[in-house]
């Protein structure tokens, strides 16, 4: 059997569990460390086998992190599974359907183990802490906020959970433990393997679910400041505070890094001169800036989720059979908007756009629109300068083609 399912559910503990309900011998090996030294693998295949035909009685061979193993090595495994003396019981964290050879997995039976939720941890932790008081420490205790913390900053692996109250036990000299306790020993696990099962259940959701002065410039490149270094700042700045308002904004902050990289300095020093009027004069939007702050707050703050089934995708038959893509409606096959949940039904936060709202308004802002119809202003055109006390937060009604500063010496117009 293949046990598939992510780190600290307990894969390992099942098969031990197995082995000792039916009186059999257990052999545990790893895909990390038995990758390299194969032969002894299949030597204790040999004896296993051996010991079913002498003795009757049957070995459980647990292999853990079999997905280590490549193609050839796993194929060698194929005579000992069929001939039944061998009981061999793998466990992966990555999808089988990709890493498990088909004649391999054809031959045997998949068990997905989910991650465990806070509940689950948190009894896992209680039980930990009556056996301590039972052998080792019998006045030790722990606060239910440390307790439900540490369970949602284990994020459903419960060896994780256990090793930080184990490290928090051993820094208490007066065993009890606090929050503040497990906030020193533990930092939030955040579950993505770029080479993932994980990976590939993120993109699919993803898919599924789709401030400025010219004087400063001038400063740094006059004391010498590397023009890629600049360039880059505003290639952040055109996503970061222009973002949604003007969507022009951005590529011409990357082209703007481009021509520095190919003309170089001084005359690069004219794309970037551009690019820093153009982001000045620019509405400004933090809108998506606001809301991906958000997203990474929840994260940090609720528990990890799995990515619902309908929102993953299913290229294997093994996948569709476990309700992957399920129930998925497929935008472009509609007429008009489609009713459908893009989150976690757990998640307690699902909105993040537009949550906030523009509160501030820039009382110099206020003056000089109560002057602009007034007989005998004169208004100077300028490159837009933006002040110290001008908000951030309005985000979608600042108008920057009118001059915040006072009178300059000169014009910088088009023309010049």
């Not at 993120?202 to 002065?213: D, N, V």
């Not at 908000?391 to 088009?414: C, K, Q």
Request: charged fraction near 25%; charge should be neutral; proline fraction near 4%.
């Amino acid at each position: 059997m293949i046990m598939w399912g992510p780190s600290g559910v307990g894969k390992t503990t099942l098969a031990k569990i197995m082995a000792k309900l039916t009186k059999s011998i257990f052999k545990e090996y790893s895909g990390i460390t038995h990758g390299k030294y194969f032969s002894l693998l299949l030597k204790a295949f040999d004896v296993a086998r051996n010991e079913a035909a002498l003795t009757g009685r049957r070995t459980i061979i647990f292999l853990d992190e079999i997905h280590r193993f490549n193609k050839a090595q796993q194929d060698l495994f194929l005579p000992y599974v069929e001939s039944g003396g061998v009981t061999l019981i793998g466990a992966t964290t990555e999808n089988p359907s990709f890493k498990i050879n088909s004649s391999l997995l054809s031959r045997c039976k998949v068990f997905t183990l989910n991650k465990l939720t806070i509940d689950e941890v948190q009894e896992i932790l209680k039980r930990a802490l009556d056996k301590i008081r039972k052998q080792n420490i019998p006045n030790v205790q722990m606060d239910e906020d440390a307790l439900k913390y540490l369970a949602v900053m284990s994020d459903g692996d419960a060896r994780i959970a256990l090793n930080a109250l184990e490290i928090a036990l051993n820094m208490k000299s007066k065993k009890h433990i606090t929050k503040d306790d497990i906030e020193q020993v533990i930092q939030k696990s955040l579950l993505y393997d770029k080479d993932g099962e994980e990976h590939y259940n993120i993109i699919s959701a993803l898919h599924k679910s789709m401030r400025g002065s010219l004087y400063w410039l001038g400063r740094m490149l006059t004391g010498g400041e590397d023009p890629l270094y600049i360039a880059r700042r505003l290639i952040v700045f055109a996503s970061e505070d222009v973002g949604l308002a003007d969507n022009s904004a951005l590529p011409l902050a990357i082209a703007t890094y481009q021509a520095c990289q190919f003309i170089g300095m001084p005359e690069c020093e004219i794309n970037l001169a551009h690019c820093v009027t153009y982001l000045a004069e620019a509405k400004k939007s933090v809108r998506s800036y606001k809301a991906y702050g958000l997203v990474k707050e929840t994260i940090k703050e609720e528990y990890n989720y799995p990515v619902p089934h309908h929102m993953r995708n299913a290229p294997t038959n093994l996948m569709k059979n476990l309700g992957y893509s399920a129930g998925y409606k497929y935008n472009p096959d509609f007429e008009g908007s489609v009713h459908q949940e893009y989150l976690p039904k757990e998640l307690k936060r699902k909105e993040f756009l537009d949550v906030f709202s523009p509160k501030k308004v820039d009382p110099e802002t206020k003056y000089r629109e109560s002057i602009k119809s007034e007989p005998g202003e004169q208004r100077i055109k300028t490159v837009p300068q933006m002040e110290q006390n001008v908000s951030t937060e309005i985000y979608e009604e600042i108008d920057f083609h009118y001059p915040f500063s006072g009178t300059h010496s000169h014009d910088i117009t088009d023309n010049q």
